[in-house]
Nanobody, 125 residues
Framework: QLQLVESGGGLVQPGGSLRLSCAASGFTLDYYNIGWFRQAPGKEREGVSCINASGGSTNYAESVKGRFTISRDNAKNTVYLQMNNLKPEDTAVYYC??????????????????WGKGTLVTVSS
């Protein structure tokens, strides 16, 4: 059975930081590409960041570039999203996802095969 479980969300003030974790169970992440997505209230799901299987290539949405960092620790079977200088518009449910396709499209959700259930991030004073 394949599972992805996000954690690390919560309430944070503007300018603060959070680190989200995505732990995999039932399979090994080593061979897979990973993405982070988010869905704000009343809005469509959007891609935030992605990292390839080797960890040597990363991408970031323009809205988070310079503030967020994606990383992976295959030994721990976990991926991370470090979020700094958070803004109210970052408020959303954040999801991690895994793609088993070699030539995946970073921000296209249809290329991802497995999804976590999400963790809520609220940025408010």
């Amino acid at each position: 059975q394949l599972q992805l479980v996000e954690s690390g969300g919560g309430l944070v003030q503007p300018g603060g930081s959070l680190r989200l974790s995505c732990a995999a169970s039932g399979f090994t992440l080593d061979y897979y590409n990973i993405g982070w997505f988010r869905q704000a209230p009343g809005k469509e799901r959007e891609g935030v960041s992605c990292i390839n299987a080797s960890g040597g290539s990363t991408n970031y949405a323009e809205s988070v570039k310079g503030r967020f960092t994606i990383s992976r620790d295959n030994a721990k079977n976990t991926v991370y999203l470090q979020m700094n200088n958070l803004k109210p518009e970052d408020t959303a449910v954040y999801y991690c996802a895994v793609s088993k396709t070699r030539g995946f499209v970073c921000y296209a959700s249809t290329w991802y095969d497995y999804w976590g259930k999400g963790t809520l991030v609220t940025v408010s004073s």
